[in-house]
C-alpha cells in the first residue's frame, strides 16, 4: 500500500513551497520531490521598461535579499551602458557597492544562522515546536537572539548608507553609485556606542563560528551525516583564486576538487549552464552543459564558495578557512549541514571587508560614475547570501527592455534541495507508519540547510497552514497533521 505525504509549506525559508513523499507498500521512499508552486513572472514583467528602472525594479523580487538583486542588475547594466564587465567603475563607485553588499551579506547571513537555524540546533530537530523558533530562542537564550538582532541591524544601517533605504534601495544605477558615504556614517560604523561599531560586530561574528565549532564537536554524527552526498560546487572567484563575494570569474570543482569550470567570463554563460524544466515545479533545474543534466548539477552558496576558492583575504576568516579546510584534508565539503559553519564564516569575513571599506578614504569623495559606448546587452552576476546570481538583459534602440534571464541562487541549488529532501526522508520516515512533526521537520531541516529563497527563484510570496497527509494507494487518508 503506498503512502504520500505532503508537507506544505515548507517553514523558516523565504517564500514558500511544498514537499511530497511516496512510500511503497515496504516502508522505503519511492520518491521524494520540493515544489515550488508558486510563480511571479519578474523576466517578463520588466519587457518594456526603461533599462535604468531595472536596478530598482527587480529588488521586488524579494524583501530578504533585494540588495543582491539590485546589484546583479546594476552590473548588467554597466556594460549596456559601457562601464565595463565589472571592473571598470571608478574606485568609489565600486567600493561603495562593495560596502552595500557586504552589509547585505552580513545582515542576511546572521538573520538566517540565529533566527532561523539556530532553533534546530538548540532545541533538536524534533524539540517541541511550541519552542523551537526564534521566539524560544529569545526566551532560553536571549543573548543570541539579541546578538541576531544587533547583528542584523547593522547590516541593514550599512545598507541604508549606501543604498538610501534598508529594503529596496536606488544607490547603485547603471555605470556606478548616486552617493558618498559622509564621515559622519563612518564614524558612527567605526566608533559608534556598543553594540552598533564595527568592532563589536566582527567580536560577536567570532563568537558563532566558536558557537558553531563547539556544537559540531558535540553532534558530530548530526553535523557530518545528515543530508550528506557528493556533487559539484559553482562560484565565482576572484582572478587569483580568492573568496570574492561582489567579482570574479565563474569556477566549478566536482566532489573530489577536479575543476570542471575554469575560470571563465560570466558574459558567456549561457556556453556553460543550462536549464532544465520539469513539470512539478515552477523553478528550473541548472546544470553544466559539458556534463549533462544527470551528472552536471551543481550547488551554490557558501558550502559551494569555500570548496571553490583557495583562500579568503582576510586574516581572521582566513584562519577559520584553514581550520574548516583542514576537517576534510583539503579537499572539497559536502555535508549539507556544513554550509552553517561557511555562512558563519562568510559572516566573519563581510565584517571585516567593512571595516576595511569604512577605513578607505574614497568612499568619502571621488566621481560616481563612468560611461562608455553604450551595447544592446549585458550580464551581471554577483554571489548572493545563498549563492551565484545571474542577471542578463537585452534592450532595444529605445532603450527598453526586450529580454530578462534570471538564474537566482536557489534555482542554482534546486537539485541538491531535492537530493537533500530525498536524503533526510529515507533516514528518518523508512519503515515509519505514522507521522511525527519532528519527521516532517528533519526534512525541512535539510531544505533549510540552503537558505532557500523562494520567492526570488519562482520570479511567491505566501504563508499558509502546514498540513501533512498520509494517504493510502486509493487516496483514503490514514493519518494528518496540521499546524
Not at 519578474?42 to 524579494?62: D, H, I, N, S, T
Not at 565549532?213 to 560546487?233: C, G, Q, R, T, V
Request: aromatic letters at 8%; charged letters at 25%.
Amino acid at each position: 500500500m503506498e503512502q504520500k505525504i505532503t508537507i506544505e509549506p515548507v517553514t523558516r525559508v523565504e517564500g514558500h513551497g511544498k514537499v511530497t513523499i511516496y512510500i511503497d507498500d515496504k516502508g522505503n521512499i519511492s520518491q521524494s520531490r520540493l515544489h515550488i508552486v508558486e510563480f511571479r513572472g519578474f523576466e517578463r514583467f520588466v519587457q518594456g521598461r526603461p533599462y535604468w528602472e531595472a536596478p530598482v525594479l527587480v529588488q521586488r523580487l524579494c524583501g530578504i535579499c533585494p540588495v543582491s538583486h539590485h546589484l546583479a542588475a546594476a552590473k548588467a547594466f554597466d556594460v549596456i551602458v559601457g562601464a565595463g564587465t565589472g571592473e571598470g567603475l571608478t574606485a568609489t563607485g565600486e567600493k561603495m557597492r562593495r560596502l552595500m553588499h557586504y552589509g547585505q551579506m552580513f545582515q542576511s547571513h546572521a538573520l538566517h544562522f540565529f533566527h532561523l537555524v539556530s532553533p534546530d540546533l538548540l532545541f533538536g530537530v524534533d524539540g517541541d515546536p511550541m519552542i523551537r523558533n526564534v521566539i524560544g530562542v529569545a526566551k532560553k537564550h536571549p543573548e543570541l537572539a539579541v546578538q541576531g538582532v544587533m547583528m542584523r541591524k547593522f547590516g541593514q544601517e550599512i545598507i541604508l548608507a549606501t543604498a538610501g533605504k534598508k529594503i529596496h534601495g536606488t544607490g547603485a544605477i547603471p555605470g556606478g553609485i548616486n552617493k558618498h558615504l559622509t564621515p559622519e556614517e563612518r564614524d558612527s560604523f567605526l566608533n559608534g556606542p556598543n553594540p552598533l561599531n564595527i568592532e563589536k560586530m566582527i567580536s560577536w561574528a567570532q563568537d558563532a563560528v566558536e558557537f558553531l565549532k563547539a556544537y559540531h564537536k558535540e553532534n558530530l554524527n548530526f553535523i557530518d551525516n545528515f543530508a550528506s552526498f557528493p556533487s559539484n560546487h559553482l562560484s565565482l572567484v576572484r582572478k587569483d583564486g580568492a573568496l570574492d563575494l561582489y567579482h570574479g570569474v565563474l569556477r566549478a570543482v566536482d566532489s573530489e576538487g577536479k575543476k570542471i569550470l575554469h575560470d571563465v567570463d560570466y558574459q558567456d554563460y549561457l556556453e556553460y549552464i543550462g536549464e532544465e524544466v520539469r513539470n512539478w515545479s515552477y523553478m528550473k533545474f541548472p546544470y553544466l552543459v559539458e556534463y549533462g543534466k544527470r551528472d552536471g548539477w551543481y550547488r551554490v552558496g557558501p558550502l559551494a564558495r569555500l570548496n571553490t576558492c583557495e583562500f579568503i583575504p582576510t586574516p581572521l576568516a582566513q584562519k577559520e578557512f584553514e581550520i574548516y579546510k583542514s576537517y576534510t584534508g583539503g579537499k572539497p565539503n559536502n555535508m549539507s549541514m556544513h554550509t552553517h559553519w561557511a555562512r558563519l564564516i562568510e559572516l566573519l569575513h563581510s565584517a571585516e571587508m567593512i571595516r576595511s571599506l569604512l577605513n578607505d578614504p574614497d568612499l568619502l569623495n571621488g566621481e560616481l560614475m563612468v560611461k562608455g559606448e553604450k551595447k544592446s546587452e549585458g550580464v551581471g552576476v554577483i554571489e548572493a547570501p545563498r549563492g551565484t546570481l545571474f542577471h542578463h538583459y537585452r534592450i532595444n534602440e529605445n532603450d527598453q527592455i526586450t529580454m530578462a534571464n534570471l538564474i537566482v541562487s536557489t534555482t542554482h541549488n534546486n537539485e541538491p534541495m531535492n537530493v537533500a529532501v530525498n536524503h533526510a526522508a529515507k533516514q528518518f520516515m523508512t519503515g515509519q507508519k505514522k507521522i511525527t512533526e519532528g519527521m516532517m521537520n528533519a526534512v525541512e531541516v535539510a531544505i533549510r540547510a540552503y537558505d532557500p529563497c523562494l520567492s526570488c527563484a519562482t520570479h511567491a510570496l505566501g504563508q499558509m497552514p502546514l498540513e501533512l497527509i498520509l494517504v493510502d494507494a486509493d487516496n483514503n487518508v490514514i493519518d494528518r497533521i496540521r499546524r
